[in-house]
Structures are given as structure tokens and as C-alpha cells.
């Protein structure tokens, strides 16, 4: 395994936080696709072309795309939610979301739908009526349909614990970084539709960059291996 192009994404990131929290407009704009160009190096030269793994490349990509979009002087919503959207559906075809049916894991796939589904629906209701005071309800739907598929590519994470095909720091590494991708697009939304949170913006970049190094991670030691 190649460490390189991981280990310069820590320290980008960083700078990205710190930029993010100064107001360093220019320095994020440098910083924050740089991020994701270093984890992409990282899956690639760790055999990221391979069947299964390309998933995770192209997740990576339509990311990439998607902190793009979001950075721009005029923010391309709707655009960077597309592309974050393709992302994780990326992400759940690499995960191969297929629930066990023994009795014992059936019992825990439905505990984890239960937590997964109940925590979504309630901050898209708290965003829904962000939107209505907003006077954005065109927004209202895509929300859904995205707020559904990143909870989908959480689930899909989650039960990669319950699979004896995957070792169990993998699929702990995809699952903490799928539930910290979770997190930084609702401080995300919660940010800009229902209120201001204190740091949000940081935190927003800190959960993402940590959620997506530990995908980017677990995926290419479960496929290297």
C-alpha cells in the first residue's frame, strides 16, 4: 500500500479548515479540490482501476465536482447536489447494499434502518420547513431525493459490519466515514436552510474531508487486500 497521497491530504485538509474558519477565500478555493485530486491519487495508485474499487474512484470524481460547484463566486446548488448525489450512489454500488437474512442479522439490519431513518426524516423536516419560510420550496423535492440516497449509502456502509466478506476495520472505516459524510451535509443544510450554526462552515468541511478519507480508506484496504 501507497500512504503518500493519504498522508498529503491530511495536511491540505487542514489548511482547508483553517482557511474556512479565517475566511481565506483564495486559500480555500486552492485547498478544497486539492483534497479530493490527493484522495483520488490515493485509490488509483492503490489499485483503484480494479472492478469494485472504480465505484469508489468515481464517487470521488462526481465529490470533486461537487466541491466545485459549491465553491464557485455563484454557487451552483442544485448542480453540486446532483453531482454529491451521483456520489453516493457511486458509493452504495461499491458497498454492495445486499441486507443479510439470517435471523440474528435481519434483527440488526432493521435496527440500523430504524436509526438511520428516523434521524434523516427528522432533519429533513426541520430542512423542508427552512425551505417553506425560505420561500424555496422548488428545493423541497431534491432534498428528499437526496436526503434518501445518502441515507441509503449510510445504511449500505453500516451493513458491511453485518458481512463476513468484510473484515471488521474496513467496514468499521467505511462506516465511520459514511456516518461523518452524513453529518457534514446536514450541518451542511441546516447551515444554509434552517439556521446558522457557531463554526458550521468548519465543521461542514472538517466531517466531509474525515468521512470521505475513511471511505477512501476502508475501500481500498477491503479491495487491496
Not at 485547498?31 to 483503484?48: D, Q, Y
Not at 463554526?199 to 480508506?217: K, V
Request: aromatic share 12%.
Amino acid at each position: 500500500m501507497n500512504y503518500i497521497f493519504l498522508m498529503a491530504a491530511l495536511p491540505i485538509a487542514l489548511l482547508n479548515w483553517i482557511a474556512v474558519a479565517q475566511g481565506w477565500r483564495r486559500i480555500e478555493w486552492l485547498v478544497k479540490p486539492t483534497v479530493m485530486l490527493a484522495l483520488l491519487a490515493f485509490t488509483i495508485s492503490n489499485g483503484g482501476l480494479q472492478p469494485g474499487m472504480i465505484w469508489f474512484i468515481f464517487g470521488l470524481a462526481f465529490s470533486l465536482a461537487g466541491d466545485v460547484f459549491l465553491m464557485l463566486p455563484n454557487e451552483r446548488f442544485i448542480a453540486g447536489l446532483v453531482s454529491f448525489l451521483l456520489a453516493h450512489i457511486c458509493y452504495i454500488i461499491g458497498l454492495n447494499p445486499i441486507p443479510p437474512f439470517k435471523t440474528p442479522h435481519l434483527i440488526a439490519a432493521t435496527l440500523i434502518l430504524v436509526l438511520v431513518a428516523m434521524p434523516a426524516s427528522q432533519i429533513y423536516r426541520r430542512i423542508a420547513a427552512g425551505l417553506q419560510t425560505r420561500h424555496q420550496d422548488q428545493l423541497k423535492l431534491p432534498v428528499l431525493a437526496y436526503t434518501i440516497v445518502i441515507s441509503v449509502m449510510l445504511i449500505s456502509a453500516l451493513f458491511t459490519m453485518l458481512r463476513g466478506s468484510w473484515p471488521a476495520a474496513q467496514a468499521l472505516l467505511v462506516s465511520a466515514g459514511a456516518a461523518s459524510f452524513f453529518l457534514s451535509d446536514a450541518i451542511l443544510a441546516w447551515n444554509k436552510f434552517v439556521s446558522p450554526l457557531p463554526r458550521g462552515r468548519m465543521w461542514n468541511m472538517i466531517t466531509y474531508h474525515l468521512g470521505q478519507m475513511m471511505i477512501a480508506l476502508g475501500a481500498t484496504l477491503y479491495f487491496h487486500s
